[in-house]
């Protein structure tokens, strides 16, 4: 048991450096191709890794004796479609966004801001479903607006272009986790997440094609980007999430995927030499605290009073 703890751990940190490295993959492609275009295509891409996944599982699971039966596999399929396009509405709106920042801003800033969506998820599970929270939710909400604050805000108090789309990418991606999370209970997570690609690579494709101007040139120049961003981190990371999350407590599991942010910033200093003022590496730094402080359950009043 042990040993199977130890293995997803180390495969959620691998999953971590493909995300947070994915930031460096996306400003580079930026230089020879249109942010949409380049979504459209890693869409298309995970699409197809992720669709594989999905039908060897399928497969595996019919073979399986205490497979579902006929009526439970409708309800289940049915609810796999519906969830997968619902998500893929969302996780296409937030890559769209957040390839448009990353054009304006560097690579680790947008993995921070990125990240933001741990602390906006719980707001949104209180505001719309009236879920309530733990004071150190909210102290941590706090403090990731503090540490936003040093971070984005200029001295004239206003965000970049760049961040705000970032920002709204965080709060597309926060709506993509809602989504998902309501969708897993009663569908196939892995068909969700084949649909969630198969989706986002239509919608971005059309967009594309009517805001645009595809190209074959363009996406043989980006061509190493979008490999990298479809496959390792679309494909391969959710893939690699899906499979650790079955060995590993969900604290820990969220606590090392937001690594991530951190990931981001080593890989645009090393490969593209970015670097961060004093005051947005501060920013950096309380945000990242944020990010653990929200993960961190408090023991139930009820269990301790037993």
């Known amino acids: 048991m042990k040993n199977k703890k130890l293995l997803g751990n180390i495969l959620l940190t691998l999953t971590a450096i493909i995300w947070g490295s994915a930031f ?150 926060s709506g993509h986790i809602l989504c998902c999370d309501h969708f897993a209970r009663t569908g196939d997570p892995i068909r969700i997440s084949a649909i969630q690609f198969v989706t986002g690579a239509v919608i971005s494709a059309v967009l594309a094609f009517l805001t645009e101007a595809p190209s074959w040139d363009k996406l043989v120049s980006a061509a190493i980007p979008i490999l990298y961003c479809g496959l390792l981190s679309g494909g391969l990371g959710y893939t690699l999430q899906i499979v650790a999350q079955r060995y590993t407590d969900p604290t820990i599991a969220s606590l090392l995927m937001s690594l991530e942010s951190v990931f981001a910033v080593l890989a645009g200093a090393l490969l593209l030499h970015e670097r961060l003022s004093p005051r947005e590496l501060a920013g950096c730094i309380v945000m990242f605290a944020a990010i653990i402080l929200v993960q961190i359950p408090l023991p139930d009043k009820k269990t301790e009073n037993d």
């Not at 680790?108 to 990240?115: D, P, R, S």
Request: hydrophobic share 55%; net charge positive.
């Open 24 to 173: 460096v993959a996306q400003r580079v492609g930026m230089e020879s191709i249109e942010p949409i275009t380049f979504t459209a295509a890693r869409m298309a891409l995970a699409a197809a890794a992720v669709g594989l996944v999905a039908l060897l599982s399928g497969r595996r699971a019919r073979r399986d004796p205490l497979a579902r039966g006929a009526e439970e596999e409708r309800a289940v399929r049915r609810s796999s479609v519906i969830g997968g396009i619902c998500c893929g509405c969302f996780l296409t709106a937030a890559s769209i966004f957040q390839q448009m920042g990353v054009v304006y801003t560097t690579a680790g800033k947008a993995g921070f801001i990125t990240a933001m969506y741990m602390l906006l998820v719980p707001i949104l599970h209180f505001l719309l479903f009236k879920r309530k929270n733990t004071w150190l939710v909210w102290f941590a909400v706090l403090v990731g607006v503090v540490g936003m604050y040093l971070l984005c805000v200029t001295e004239s108090f206003r965000l970049t272009y760049g961040d705000t789309l970032v920002c709204i990418c965080a709060l597309l991606f």
